[in-house]
């Protein structure tokens, strides 16, 4: 039978990699392309073939994977599709070590499959990155990344943990852990209805936790949302929805809702992760949970991520994203309806892309509004108050203050990660009923 020879990368320093990656959600521009630059304090440039990445002596490795593969059977060679995503079928190998059990996921930068490991029988996540260059080199930071990240994180409580990585038929795949669905499936299968505002507590907690470990270490997420913060167990219980209609009978599943049994998560999708830089101003953050710095074209940097955390704790609160919409200028008029008008001198600061929003020293709304559609998507929306006070029975009053902290419009004055732990939503006189 034909073999082929499959490199597989140890958790060595990587010495040569792209200074930042292009951005990967489906509605932001594509960032400059990588260049020559500082990441992590050393040189770095463009990786085109991560194969010259390995010494010499590395390829010795590479005639025991060879007969590895040759016992369990290799899959036959094909094609990737035409957005360079690899095309598999359930029960192939990938690579000796890894049989596919089922496809998990799908996303901008590839596929997430699931998979049994046959040297430590488990089962793990896979990440295959698609065969395309800057997808190639944005994995290769986020495996950086995950790196770092897990030197410190010694007990793996915080953020996913990486188990391997390796290039496959011009695929970086990415091993993980195996975690839970994330925040948002959750909410998707539980029909977006709201979490009791206790496990919001603890899921706010830990998050913060995490958030502040990264930013003590430099590192900007700016991608956190729902669908990037996992569950670590599947399981839920069913508890009976009082805040449905009470004439509906308890024989009808929609009568309840899931609730996880465990609040345990950790953080994943590291990829647009970046350290800390005086030059940070292109766009990042998936549109609904992108601070306003960042829409104004001000610059960006720890404070954006702790706004993306006030916008799920409201979702989760909720069972809805806070700012539904995919334009910037409806955007800033949702904030201003929910939280009050935007400060003149942020206004003042919009580069030239954003200035168009602003007119006379305020936003231009209604006035600019693309639709009559659009106004009344942003009139329909509550004031911040009455948004947590419709869905939470006690603790309302702490976390409303909270939420006013973490989505301070100016960057400068917004609480930090670290600052937001210490209030008194989190504190155990918050624990009375």
Known sequence: M????????????LDRRPRKRARLGWDIPQAPKAQVGMFCGQELGNVTSFASLMAPSDHTTISLFDKEVARNGSPPWREDDKDGHYMFSLGENLTSRYKIQSKMGEGTFGQVLECWDREKKEMVAIKIVRGVKKYREAAMIEIEVLQQLGKHDKGGNRCVQL????????????????????????????????????????????????????????????DLKPENILLVSHDYIKVPDYNKNSSRSPK????????????????????????????QNYIVSTRHYRAPEVILGMGWTYPCDVWSIGCILVELCTGEALFQTHENLEHLAMMERVLGPLPQHMLKRADRHAEKYVRRGRLDWPEGAASRESIRAVQKLPRLQNLVMQHVDHSAGDLIHLLQGLLRYDPSDRLSAREALRHSFFTKDNLRR
Request: charged content about 30%; some cysteine; proline content about 4%.
């Open 2 to 13: 034909e073999t082929e020879r499959v490199t597989e990368f140890p958790f060595t320093h």
């Open 163 to 222: 188990r391997n990585w390796f290039d496959y038929r011009n695929h970086i795949c990415i091993v993980f852990e195996k975690l839970g669905p994330s925040l948002y499936d959750f909410l998707k299968k539980n029909n977006y209805r709201s979490f009791p505002i206790d496990l919001v507590r603890e899921i706010g907690r830990q998050l913060l936790e995490c958030v502040a470990f990264m930013h003590d270490l430099r590192l900007i997420h700016t």
């Open 252 to 279: 009808d599943s929609s009568y309840f809702k899931r609730i996880p049994k465990s609040s345990a998560i950790k953080v994943i999708d590291f990829g647009s992760t970046t350290y800390e830089r005086q030059d």
